[in-house]
């Protein structure tokens, strides 16, 4: 009941106003507000400051830069063989497998169509049967996404879009979940054939930004907006952006290019550069 209460309010909330207001309190630089905000967040979650690059949670101009802290060197090593697909993130899959010809799973009992995650791109029909994982940052997570495979950036795209939560409660009950949410979606070109990175905005996610094209939301203009194409490549592990506040990706390959990991499965904890499937 709390659950389907918590999906009720949802629908009500004033998404975008609420996001707004986060990205506006998340980059106040004034010390004792960033330091409040820190201090509640490290009363919440635990967070292992041993792996960031700054290790004093209170040293970061912004709470919004203490959430979007780099890494150490060397704390996430990147698997290094030619064929492996590494996770872009660190996060929890929420479900990875077969698309259904266009249909993705996106909780038990519950599907959702491609050409609507990818807002009727032209390029949606190549991962028609392909292979997908969804994986979901929680607040706790490292928040910059990086990239699985050697690439090169063929589009990004902006998608407008409802701001849900994409916790497990809200997949499970909101039909549609990352179709609806607000998105960037990118394409790139690779040794494995074409693949897309999608990221999914969600409620309190004050922004997403990509490394070629800054900021892209919160937008001025909502409406589906091809970005001006970057001349951007990169090698597997790369940066390539990062979310103000946290949410999900979504990966997906053409068929019969790559192969997930068996031991990939939903409810899986995923680290940003293990190997989480190879190419075929």
Not at 51 to 76: C, I, K, Q, V
Not at 107 to 119: P, Q, V
Not at 188 to 215: H, I, K, P, Q
Not at 228 to 238: E, H, L, M, V, Y
């Given at each position: ?27 106040v ?10 201090r ?9 400051m ?8 209170f040293g970061?101009e ?13 704390r996430?090593?990147?698997?290094a ?5 590494t ?5 929890t899959?929420?479900e ?12 038990k009992g519950r599907e959702?169509a ?9 390029w ?22 990086h ?11 902006y ?19 990352f179709?609806?949410?607000e ?15 999608v ?14 094209a800054?900021?892209?939301?919160p937008?001025?203009r ?8 970057a001349?951007?490549?990169g ?15 979504i990966?997906l390959?053409?068929?019969g290019r790559t ?7 939903a409810g899986a ?8 499937g190879?190419?075929?």
């Amino acid at each position: 009941m709390s659950s389907r209460l918590f999906v009720w309010l949802q629908y009500i909330l004033p998404q975008h106003g609420l996001s707004r207001l986060i990205l506006a309190a998340t980059r106040v630089r004034a010390a004792w507000f960033k330091n409040a905000l820190t201090r509640g967040f490290l009363a919440l979650y635990t967070i292992d400051m041993s792996e960031a690059l700054d290790p004093d949670p209170f040293g970061y101009e912004s709470f919004n830069a203490f959430f979007t802290r780099a890494l150490a060197p060397g704390r996430r090593p990147i698997a290094a063989a030619a064929g492996a697909i590494t996770s872009p993130v660190d996060g929890t899959i929420s479900e990875c497998g077969t698309l259904r010809r266009d249909a993705l799973l996106q909780a038990k009992g519950r599907e959702y169509a491609l050409r609507d995650l990818l807002a009727g791109r032209e390029w949606a029909a190549q991962f028609e049967n392909g292979s997908f994982a969804t994986i979901y940052l929680a607040p706790y997570n490292y928040h910059r996404i990086h990239l699985p495979f050697d690439a090169r950036l063929l589009e990004t795209v902006y998608v407008p879009g409802r701001l849900f939560s994409v916790n497990a409660a809200t997949a499970r009950l909101v039909p549609g979940l990352f179709a609806r949410n607000e998105r960037v979606l990118t394409l790139f070109e690779s040794a494995a054939g074409r693949f897309a990175l999608v990221l999914v905005g969600a409620l309190n996610v004050g922004s997403m930004a990509t490394v070629w094209a800054g900021d892209i939301t919160p937008a001025k203009r909502r409406a589906v907006t091809r970005l001006p194409t970057a001349q951007w490549q990169g090698r597997k592990g790369d940066e390539l952006g990062r979310f103000n506040m946290g949410s999900t990706v979504i990966l997906l390959f053409e068929p019969g290019r790559t192969a997930w990991d068996s031991r990939i499965l939903a409810g899986a904890r995923v680290k940003l550069g293990e190997a989480i499937g190879v190419v075929l």
